[in-house]
């Protein structure tokens, strides 16, 4: 599957425009909590245990997208978008959004 933020895929056409194809992750608080009682890995203000959960929640956002393009037979995915929103009572939760739209190439 080709992966892409541009509309298209360079030295491919796009043949058919199969759907628009999401994938959604929500992380809980309590891992959040977890994380900051323990952190013993900031440095310079960057937390690895952070950065580390926020990039598996992207990457299962990503995959889900995937996995819906493949359902609809598509060989790439262009126009990709990556939102990250705080959700809940005291911004409690993080949604990761991966956002494109599934396309057949020649």
Do not use: P
Request: glycine letters at 10%; proline letters at 0%; a negative charge.
């Amino acid at each position: 599957m080709i992966l892409t933020t541009t509309h298209s895929v360079e030295g491919r056409q796009i043949i058919e425009y199969k759907a628009l194809v999401t994938g959604e992750t929500i992380i809980g608080a309590n891992i959040f909590k977890d994380f900051f009682a323990g952190i013993r890995d900031i440095v310079g203000g960057r937390s690895a245990s952070y950065e580390k959960v926020l990039r598996e929640a992207k990457d299962t956002a990503i995959s889900e997208m995937i996995d819906r393009a493949r359902q609809y037979g598509a060989d790439a995915i262009v126009g990709i978008d990556l939102d990250y929103e705080t959700l809940g009572d005291k911004n409690g939760m993080m949604m990761v959004t991966a956002s494109g739209t599934a396309v057949k190439l020649a």
